[in-house]
């Protein structure tokens, strides 16, 4: 009698996404890509060049930069002890990776520097729609420049993603944190105000009270509104050059006719912040307001140990943005193939995939989706309109005997017509011009 439980085979278990890291499935990276390129050459076109950055850096850089009293930090980073025993982290953001890959490759010495990147981020948060534990960002950031105009040029350039999408649904808000030391003074009024109201504070924000009180500021909790309200306001603390400096940048956006309100309650979440702060909010992706955030933070190379270098920049989460182009009827233009070449009889398979690539030599951009698995003229005709190809080339025995092929319109109701072999490539080019 045999032993059931050792021969018997283990259950299948079919294998599962980490939760919170989600598939981007072809329709819609498709929109993705469309959107990623539209991003890519408009900052470009403004004289940024892209930097590509590994996904792991030392934890210590985010808790120097970012500020070990924060979320992120404190609750949020994907941290590990390699097998060397050093602590490094998922990059939760790209700012401090920016920087420090400026520092270690000496791109700041006497250099300003307008830079982008764009790829996964990591941040174990509660998953829900639009947010995710790996979740994509594009960042632009400009090094050594300090006055108003590159945090114009900055939002100027958003607005122009925006304009050429036809995205309308989104609004700017703008706000000066000060220099550290105004900021100090504000802290300081803040710690009274908040004081004087603990017992009406949530539990998160009698929390950041000793450690960041302006992390109330951005409080969520709707009870908390009407006292966030009535707390003193950073303008009223501002020194005299972040004050000259916001009033330069209003100006700058006034000329370039980009509209924005002054929200004195906009802070951000990161301690490296100083002065020019904004956000582009938008109403139409529910409580996911924020899509692109942004704003100077000069002095975080000197706080990982550089020289003092002015800095700004903004980054734009890629699935609210997707969400928000959707959500204004944004439509994505079709990656269909061009012509569909399909391959009827014996030894005519071998001369198609030799035109296949004649033409792709030839018709430099040409999308040429190739019958793969042979199969009936019928069946080949219906894999050629799924393929939303405009034209079926269509080579039989016959066609491949007299030195011609079929071409066949498919998004009309024009007739098949045949072409000499050595004219496709000239009558394609014609035909799909």
Not at 214 to 224: A, G, Q, T, V, Y
Request: with cysteine; hydrophobic share 40%; glycine share 8%.
């Amino acid at each position: 009698m045999t032993d059931k439980s050792k021969s018997a085979k283990p259950a299948s278990i079919k294998p599962r996404a980490v939760r919170g890291m989600n598939d981007i499935l072809p329709e819609v990276s498709t929109t993705w890509r469309y959107l990623e390129t539209a991003v890519q050459e408009i900052v470009e076109s403004y004289g940024y060049a892209e930097i590509r950055l590994p996904l792991l850096e030392h934890t210590e850089l985010f808790t120097r930069s970012i500020g070990e009293v924060t979320d992120i930090v404190e609750k949020e980073m994907y941290t590990f002890a390699d097998r060397n025993g050093e602590s490094l982290t998922l990059r939760p953001e790209a700012t401090a990776s920016m920087v420090r890959a400026g520092m270690t490759n000496g791109l700041f010495h006497n250099q300003k520097q307008k830079l982008w990147t764009t790829g996964p981020m990591f941040r174990y948060e509660k998953p829900q729609k639009g947010r995710y534990r790996q979740f994509y960002q594009f960042d632009v950031e400009a090094m050594g420049y300090d006055g108003p105009d590159v945090d114009a040029e900055l939002i100027i350039m958003s607005a122009r993603m925006w304009q050429r999408l036809g995205i309308s649904k989104i609004n700017l808000q703008i706000n000066s944190l000060g220099t550290p030391a105004a900021r100090a003074d504000y802290r300081a009024a803040l710690v009274e105000y908040f004081s004087g109201v603990k017992n009406q504070l949530d539990e998160d924000s009698i929390r950041r009270l000793e450690q960041n009180p302006l992390r109330i500021l951005d409080s969520k909790n709707p009870e908390m509104r009407e006292i966030v309200e009535a707390a003193p306001v950073m303008l009223d603390y501002l020194d005299e050059d972040s004050a000259e400096h916001f009033r330069g940048l209003k100006s700058l956006l006034d000329a370039a006719g980009v509209a924005y309100s002054v929200n004195p309650r906009l802070v951000r979440g990161l301690d490296y912040y100083s002065r020019t702060v904004f956000e582009w909010v938008t109403d139409a992706l529910g409580s996911q307001g924020a899509v692109c955030s942004g704003g100077r933070y000069d002095g975080l190379v000197e706080k990982l140990g550089g020289r003092t270098t002015p800095a700004v920049g903004w980054a734009m989460g890629i699935e609210r943005f997707v969400a928000l182009y959707e959500a204004c009827g944004g439509e994505t233009p079709a990656a269909n193939a061009d012509v569909y070449l399909a391959a009827l009889g014996e030894g005519t398979v071998r001369r198609a995939f030799a035109l296949a690539e004649e033409l792709r030599d030839e018709l430099a951009g040409i999308r040429i989706e190739m019958n793969l698995g042979g199969g009936s003229f019928k069946s080949q005709m219906k894999r050629a309109d799924k393929s939303g190809a405009e034209f079926a080339l269509i080579l039989g025995e016959q066609e491949l005997a007299e030195g011609r092929i079929g071409i066949k319109p498919m998004r009309n109701a024009d007739e098949q017509t045949t072409v000499a072999l050595d004219e496709l490539a000239a009558t394609l080019k014609r035909q799909l011009s």
